[in-house]
């Protein structure tokens, strides 16, 4: 069995990342690694960690699953709504990946949402595509791995919006599914039930794991799941 690694919530800290798979000593052959989501926004790299991931896709046969900002931005490009386009841009911090994705790029186009849109999608158009086809879950013999989760007790009725947006339904309900759901989304530290702020999370239940570390807030860290023929095995870097 190849030992998996997954990581989730990177937001846009590349060096992070790459200290991260250092740590871990990831190896491609012997390894396979997964990732659960939200690779842009918030850290100023979003352009490397995409480019650095879609890689490991295509040369590694890496995993890489759809989270809830490569979800917005796809949504951003196809907007006609002004008031969704400024939650993305300055709630999500799209604008910061935005601006990663277009550097070197003439600064007058930020002055136009809509030539942002129309210039992302010709500057940008194989990770757009890359974006725009990840999958929302991947499953194995014991697991689930998604970005925020799964509709408790039927979870192949979970909607795409679902599978990258879902909370506390999910993180506070048994998910009455006979294999564990990896999730990330949800910063562990806001998980009432974890005594360690930031660290990975294990239900009580054994139905759960929640790995995201807040990569992007104060105080916050990028954490690495391992499974291997032992079990479990926590990593993390400072973000």
């Not at 939200?38 to 100023?44: A, W």
């Not at 070197?104 to 949402?113: K, M, P, Q, Y």
């Not at 500057?123 to 725009?132: A, G, K, L, P, V």
């Not at 999730?183 to 039930?193: M, N, Q, Y």
Request: glycine share 8%; with cysteine; net charge negative.
């Amino acid at each position: 069995m190849k030992r998996k690694l997954i990581i989730g919530d990177i937001h846009g800290y590349f060096h992070v990342l790459k200290q991260l798979l250092e740590k871990v000593n990831y190896r491609p052959v012997q390894d396979q690694a997964i990732f659960i989501g939200d690779y842009i926004s918030r850290g100023p790299e979003s352009l490397k960690v995409v480019s650095e991931i879609k890689r490991m896709v295509e040369e590694e046969d890496a995993i890489a699953l759809m989270g809830n900002h490569e979800y917005s931005l796809i949504e951003f490009l196809d907007s006609r709504n002004p008031s969704f386009d400024l939650f993305f841009l300055h709630k999500m911090g799209g604008m910061n990946a935005i601006e990663s994705f277009l550097q070197g790029v003439d600064d007058s186009v930020f002055n136009d949402i809509e030539l942002v849109k129309r210039t992302l999608k010709v500057e940008r158009e194989e990770e757009i595509d890359f974006i725009n086809h990840l999958p929302y879950y991947f499953e194995d013999e014991g697991h689930i791995f998604v970005h925020a989760g799964v509709r408790p007790r039927n979870w192949r009725e979970t909607t795409p919006s679902d599978f990258v947006w879902i909370g506390e339904d999910f993180i506070e309900s048994p998910t009455g599914i006979d294999k564990v759901v990896v999730f990330g989304h949800t910063p562990t530290s806001r998980i009432k039930s974890n005594p360690e702020p930031n660290q990975i999370w294990y239900s009580t239940e054994g139905d759960k794991i929640g790995i995201d570390g807040g990569c992007g807030y104060s105080g916050g860290q990028l954490n690495a799941l391992e499974i291997n023929t032992e079990g479990y095995r926590n990593h993390f870097v400072k973000c």
